[in-house]
């Protein structure tokens, strides 16, 4: 069965700090890869999407990059945070296509101070 | 645009009342797919239910039903007998090009005993 990992579960950085957040799937190949953000206010706001290795649209300008060196590995990086950039940040993952569900990892949630 | 919402914020009922969840979408694309999922306490989203626009009938699955209205463009859920573990933020999604989701706001429902 499909797993997906993701990391840290909790994390506090000082503003102008870099940022690593690193996911991963197992059990299945060439998967659709996603980082979303969910502010305080509860709303899911995609932030970057990649449909293969190397591959990365982003879908809001920001402080934010990602990355996919690997088929099953999705990294979330900042070169500096701002406070703003504070969030549960969730990786999914799904075979692909307008009628897949997208799978969710459980998340980590940043705290910028 | 594509569009969904979920204009309650929050629901409150007592244990075994059942609860209804409203969800409104908008989009100019023919064929598209609906989604539900549930976000416990613990932050992971669970997929709850997937419905393609072609497939009005409604579903079941134990307390769950789901009643998808393409002349209202609704997509409600229904828990049936609500239970404390159905204490939850509910986000209901729409499918885009590229198997991306647009998620409503969320509503959080809480069941008290």
């Known amino acids: 069965s499909q797993t997906i990992h993701q990391w840290p579960a909790t994390l506090v950085q000082p503003v102008g700090s870099p940022l690593s957040l690193e996911c991963t799937v197992e059990?299945?190949?060439?998967?659709?890869l996603y980082w979303y953000r969910q502010a305080a206010g509860r709303g899911l706001q995609l932030l970057f999407y990649?449909?293969?290795?190397?591959?990365i649209s982003s879908e809001v300008p920001q402080n934010l990059s990602a990355s996919r060196p690997q088929d099953r590995q999705f990294i979330l990086s900042s070169k500096k945070l701002l406070l703003s950039d504070s969030g549960f940040y969730l990786c999914a993952w799904s075979a692909g296509g307008t009628n897949s569900p997208l799978h969710f990892g459980n998340g980590t949630r940043l705290t910028v101070t | 645009a594509q569009k969904v919402t979920q204009a309650q914020t929050e629901i409150s009922v007592v244990e075994k009342e059942d609860v209804t969840l409203d969800c409104v979408y908008e989009?100019?694309?023919?064929?598209?797919?609906l989604f539900w999922y549930k976000q416990p306490p613990s932050g992971e989203l669970v997929f709850l239910i997937r419905r393609n626009s072609f497939d009005e009938q409604n579903e079941i699955s134990g307390r769950y039903s789901w009643n998808f209205q393409k002349s209202t463009s609704s997509f409600n859920f229904t828990i049936t007998a609500s239970q404390v573990v159905d204490s939850a933020v509910y986000f209901c999604?729409?499918?885009?090009?590229?198997?991306?989701?647009?998620f409503g706001q969320g509503t959080e429902l809480s069941v008290k005993p």
């Open positions: 989009t100019r694309d023919t064929t598209y797919y």
């Open positions: 999604a729409l499918s885009e090009v590229g198997g991306k989701l647009i």
């Open positions: 059990g299945t190949s060439n998967p659709n």
């Open positions: 990649s449909v293969g290795i190397g591959q």
